[in-house]
């Protein structure tokens, strides 16, 4: 079963530490507000196509994982333990404050099923619309 998001409580209090613990401007708080818009759920459907054996992991989870990843050249196991103990990550990603990280495989899983997609450049295609967006509107 994939993992969603929906609106509940505790994404308006993650929504309310978000604004007082990231610092403007940073990558974390830029993730934090823009995530769901950037990686809505339709944007990975192609990648399960046959609606079986998804993941657990929300797709937007995983692709806000993967950019601070990509961001900070972590390795998968540095990775899952700054989304375990960083509150930063987990108020980026929309990963509950008291649930462990999944294991480290997991970003691997993401990234072949990303790569042997379609559309392989679909997290990097959705930041660099939406960095272009927001030159734009500077």
Do not use: N
Request: contains cysteine; positive net charge.
């Amino acid at each position: 079963m994939q993992g969603g998001q929906g609106r509940e409580p505790r994404d308006e209090v993650t929504a309310v530490a978000a604004a007082q613990f990231l610092e403007p401007g940073s990558a974390f708080a830029f993730l934090a507000e823009h995530r769901t818009r950037l990686f809505p759920p339709a944007l990975f459907s192609e990648l399960f196509p046959s609606g079986r054996g998804r993941p657990s992991i929300d797709p937007t989870v995983a692709a806000a994982v993967m950019v601070l990843q990509a961001l900070y050249g972590l390795s998968d196991r540095q990775t899952v333990h700054a989304l375990a103990f960083d509150l930063r990550w987990k108020l980026a990603c929309g990963y509950p404050v008291e649930t462990p990280s999944f294991h480290p495989s997991t970003l691997t899983y993401w990234r072949r099923r990303i790569a042997s997609s379609g559309a392989p450049r679909l997290v990097l295609e959705a930041v660099r619309e939406a960095l272009s967006q927001s030159a734009g509107a500077g």
